[in-house]
């Protein structure tokens, strides 16, 4: 597979390449936006590594440029770890956000994730299951070690958005969006109640969920399957 790496720091670049080649990524680099979007079109990567500060744009603007075109998942990296930021890239439609300094091995796992998400769009089953958890998006039905689980509709649309969106974070307004409509945008706390309700079902320990995640001040992910 093909990764695009956009990123001004030669040094990020080399690190960056080193550690997808090791992992038999054909890797390809940009140090400009620029440069970057004219090789997203050129090279048609499966992937793209994308770094928020480049010196003739900003990270954000190439993120809309090639979203205008094309479904690539994008993985953001940034020295700003603030909210606003993550939310501002996810909502622009970036798949993951990852926070300079890294762990390399969280990268690779954030960018398979991303990869694999990617690889079944279209063609995914209507049977999604992590865990014990078993959710049939036809049937829109849930079970947990095989026995049914009794959900609100509002719980029920809440894992229906999750599962669609496997591994990928989710913004609390993209939640609210998906679920409310437009005009609860801003209604964060719609989400924190019934997402504590939804994950009081199918946790094992809702106190340590280990299938939805939360990314702090940011929203929610459902963890890779």
Not at 48 to 56: E, R, S, W
Not at 118 to 136: C, N, Q
Not at 201 to 206: A, G, H, R, S, T
């Amino acid at each position: 597979m093909k990764i695009l790496i956009i990123d001004d720091e030669e040094q990020m670049r080399r690190l960056l390449t080193i550690t997808l080649e090791a992992s038999n990524y054909k890797v390809f680099e940009a140090a400009t936006g620029k440069d970057g979007i004219t090789q997203t079109a050129m090279q048609r990567p499966d992937a793209i590594v994308l770094d928020m500060g480049l010196p003739d744009m900003p990270g954000i603007e190439v993120l809309r440029t090639v979203r205008a075109w094309s479904s690539v998942p994008v993985i953001v990296l940034s020295v700003r770890g603030g909210e606003e930021d993550k939310v501002m890239m996810l909502d622009a439609g970036a798949d993951d956000y990852v926070t300079k300094p890294f762990s390399p091995q969280e990268l690779l796992a954030r960018l398979r994730v991303a990869l694999r998400h990617a690889a079944t769009k279209g063609v995914e089953s209507p049977i999604a299951r992590i865990g014990a958890l078993e959710i049939d998006l036809s049937a829109r039905t849930v079970k947990k070690h095989g026995d049914l689980v009794k959900l609100t509709a509002t719980e029920y649309n809440i894992l229906s958005v999750l599962v669609r969106n496997e591994g990928r974070v989710l913004t609390y307004s993209q939640i609210l969006r998906e679920v409310w409509g437009n005009q609860y945008a801003d209604a964060t706390h719609y989400v924190h109640v019934h997402m504590a309700a939804l994950r009081r079902k199918i946790e094992e320990n809702p106190a340590e969920p280990e299938l939805i995640m939360t990314e702090s001040g940011v929203g929610y992910r459902l963890r890779g399957i």
